[in-house]
Nanobody
Framework: QVQLVESGGGLVQPGGSLRLSCAAS????????MGWYRQAPGKRRELVAV??????????DSAKGRFTISRPNADNAKNTVYLQMNSLKPEDTAVYYC???????????????WGQGTQVTVSS
């Protein structure tokens, strides 16, 4: 079983910052990439940012210049991903989900691993 556990959401005023964390645990060979998606009420889930095991990143246009995705280099934290969110706007309000693409214990590449979601609300 593979689990992704998120933390760090909450209520913040416009212009404020939050840092989301996600830790993957369980039995798997390795992680190819980890990312963050979000889903606002009445909208489809959308990509926010993704980072590969090699450190390559990709951001949604709405996140560029404000959000930073990162993964620790330390061996004991390599299955963790962070999303630093600065200059938050009301339109960033959504449930944020962590996602992982990994190589399972059977040697299969599988990208259908999701966390439970963490609420981010930007409001004054």
């Amino acid at each position: 079983q593979v689990q992704l556990v998120e933390s760090g959401g909450g209520l913040v005023q416009p212009g404020g910052s939050l840092r989301l964390s996600c830790a993957a645990s369980g039995i798997f060979v390795s992680i190819n990439a980890m990312g963050w998606y979000r889903q606002a009420p009445g909208k489809r889930r959308e990509l926010v940012a993704v980072i590969t095991s090699g450190g390559r990143t990709n951001y949604a246009d709405s996140a560029k210049g404000r959000f930073t995705i990162s993964r620790p280099n330390a061996d004991n934290a390599k299955n963790t991903v962070y999303l630093q969110m600065n200059s938050l706007k009301p339109e960033d309000t959504a449930v944020y989900y962590c996602n992982a693409e990994l190589i399972t214990s059977l040697g299969i590449v599988d990208s259908d691993y999701w966390g439970q979601g963490t609420q981010v609300t930007v409001s004054s």
